[in-house]
Every structure is written in C-alpha cells, then in structure tokens.
C-alpha cells in the first residue's frame, strides 16, 4: 500500500537482469515504489505518461531512441519528473546533454546501492546528486560548487588543444605535431601545457589515457 510521501519510480535499462534487481531492491525500501520498467527509451515515454512518476532511473547507452531526446520529449508533458541517470559511462559529452535536458542526478553503475538511495533520496527532497567521478568533470566556482552551466572540464579545451590532444594521445613528437598543425613547437607546447593544467594531468602517458578514454584518439 502507497504512503501519501513514497515516491514511483520508473525504470529504464536494456537489462532484465538490472531492471529486475532494482526494482526487488527499491520496493524493499518504504519511501519508494517502482510503478513500471521499459527496455527503451520509446517505451519509456508511453509509460512515464501512463503512470506518471516522481522519478526516472534510466540508464543512457541503449537501442533505440536517444535517452535524452526522450527525456526532453518527457518533460515536455511532465515537467516535475526528477530525472537521475544510471550508467557504466561517465564522458563528458554525456555528462553535459543530461544538464542539457534538466537531470537531476547522474550515478555510475559501479557504484554501491547507497549512492544511489543517496541520489534518489536527495532528487525526493528537490535536491541533486551526482557520482564523485561525475562531480570531477564539472569546472566548479569558487565555492567549489558546479557551475550553473553545467560546463565540463574537457568542454574548457579549445579546439586547438583538443587536435594537440588528439595528437598526442597518437603518440606524435611534439615536433611531429607542428608539422601536421602548420604551428611551431613553441605553440604545440603552449597548447599541450594549457591542456594539461585544464585537466590536472602530469604527464604524457596520463594524459594519452585520458585522450584514449574519451574516444579522442580515435577520432
């Protein structure tokens, strides 16, 4: 039986399995109760409006429509749905499109069920929570806060930087780098110098990983 103050939650992930474990795991819990699960973001839509929740856990790398064009599409029809994201990735550019779209609450899977109540209990009261990992890509003020923007740390890069990135992350000589760029080597290592201070990196190899982990070597 729903208590007037329990929040419905409705969840969205590709994976039986997760979907399956979350909702054993949150209608365990008073203060919540999940009022339905879809594997798709179109799915999710058709029933966000059939049982209008308080929150949306949903999940960002799965088939189909994008998760952010539907919740943009969702708030449209709910703007009080409080919208935390549940994924294994944490880049920047998916970081940036869920403040784009208004969420709440960004939590890696990797982390402990807590975090999550964390950030489920926080989005209840009107707050935000987001993952440590996901705090530390934001540029933050001087109260070491988020910025409103909600700017992340790699979108401080100027495109300049970004190709110096992408060259190093290639394992290109600086020298090598000038010479693609049409640029001296003093500019290359003012650029690579700027980058590294932007992101708090120390080294070639940290920041090669960097570039490798953000899809940026390849592209």
Same mark, same amino acid.
């Given at each position: ?8 939650i409705?969840? *969205?992930?590709?994976?039986? #399995?997760?979907?399956?474990? #979350? ?10 109760? *999940? ?19 308080d929150? #949306?856990?949903?999940d960002?790398?799965?088939p ?22 549940? !994924?294994?990735? @944490?880049?920047?550019h ?10 709440? +609450? ?5 982390? $402990?069920? /807590? ?14 929570? @987001? !993952? ?11 109260? +070491?806060?988020?910025?409103? !923007? +909600?700017?992340?740390?790699? $979108? %401080?890069? %100027? ?5 110096? #990135?992408?060259?190093? &992350?290639?394992?290109? !000589?600086?020298?090598?780098? &000038? ?12 650029? $690579? %110098? ?18 490798? /982990? ?6």
């Amino acid at each position: 039986m729903q208590s007037e103050n329990q929040k419905r939650i409705l969840l *969205v992930d590709d994976h039986e #399995l997760v979907r399956l474990a #979350l909702s054993e795991m949150l209608n365990r819990d008073d203060d919540f109760e *999940v009022v339905g699960d879809a594997a798709t973001a179109d799915e999710a839509i058709v029933l966000a409006l059939k049982t209008r929740p308080d929150i #949306l856990v949903m999940d960002i790398d799965m088939p189909g429509m994008i998760c952010f064009d539907a919740v943009d599409q969702m708030h449209k029809r709910l703007p009080d749905l409080a919208v935390i994201f549940l !994924s294994a990735f @944490f880049h920047d550019h998916y970081i940036e499109q869920a403040i784009a779209v208004g969420a709440r +609450g960004y939590v890696i899977k990797g982390d $402990s069920p /807590r975090t999550l109540f964390r950030a489920l209990r926080a989005v209840a009261a009107g707050g935000a929570y @987001f !993952s440590k990992e996901v705090m530390a890509r934001f540029t933050l003020d001087e109260q +070491g806060r988020p910025k409103p !923007s +909600g700017q992340t740390v790699n $979108s %401080t890069l %100027t495109h300049r930087e970004v190709e110096v #990135l992408r060259y190093l &992350a290639r394992g290109l !000589s600086k020298k090598e780098i &000038a010479r693609m760029m049409h640029i001296s080597v003093k500019t290359v290592e003012h650029h $690579s %110098t700027s980058v590294m201070k932007k992101l708090d990196i120390h080294d070639r190899v940290e920041l090669a990983l960097y570039a490798i /982990r953000e899809g940026l070597a390849e592209a």
